[in-house]
């Protein structure tokens, strides 16, 4: 039913079931006028009373006990009160219900719903769990693989690097698997080098006495990092091309230490009285000889 206020015009829909002969004035909720109920409206309660009235009296006529008579006005009362209650009671607002609603009853909603997502993490299948470890694994592999091949390339490409800091840090332990170590490049192809690069002679002077031949000179490290001591070759050429001395020498000293040198002093005999011999002496970059 629709009520228009006199004073503002506002338009109410009202909901007839909730008027009786009771309320007679309405207000706005807009001006706060006031007005009386229609006359409509009572006419209307007035005939349903009226046929309620007629269905109750019709019912009395058919029962002959009084015990049947009362228990059936009984039910009757009851549903017509029921269907007024009914009636009566306002519609469910999901809005109103959810503002008053008490903050206990919002924090017990939320740790419901909190629980039944943990519910539903904890129900997943192991074997998804496991399948997913067991990929990350399978692809962790590949990797560790390649890591491997990656040091073990740079070991072998940096080895004569290497070994020097290791004599530089580790002198004794060093000594002890040099040889070994030797072997191992050795049989791999890959012999161990010193880097002439960073190496010069200097100083370099050699003297006769008798069948003897004396020589002595500096080795220079020009580098930042420590060097190995290479191996110096020693030849005696006659006049007339022959070579009648070639020697190897090696050193005590393994390494040359960084922007440092090294001085050696050698005799060695020679099978030959001539003066005119000249004596040369190159750096090898091989260490070691089998």
Known sequence: ?????????????????????????????????????????????????????????????????????????????????????????PKNNPVLEQKNKSVSEIASELSASKVKKDDVVQAKPKNKVINNNSSTKKNFIPFIFLLIIILFSTLLFFRSILLSYSFLYFPKYTKNYEYKLNELFNYIKLPILADLNHLKMINFVATFQNEKVRFVGTIKNTSNRPILVPRVKILAIREDRKIILEKVITFKDKIIFPLSQIEFNEMLEIQSKKENISVKATLIKKIYDL
């Open 1 to 89: 039913m629709l009520e228009t206020c006199h004073s503002c015009g506002t338009v109410f829909n009202i909901d007839e079931n909730i008027l009786s002969k009771k309320i007679k004035w309405l207000r706005c909720g807009v001006c706060n006028e006031k007005w009386s109920v229609s006359s409509i409206v009572n006419k209307k309660f007035d005939k349903n009373t009226t046929k309620d009235k007629k269905k109750f009296v019709s019912t009395k006529v058919r029962f002959k006990n009084k015990s049947e008579q009362v228990m059936h006005e009984l039910a009757s009362i009851k549903s017509a009160v029921e269907d007024k209650t009914k009636n009566m009671s």
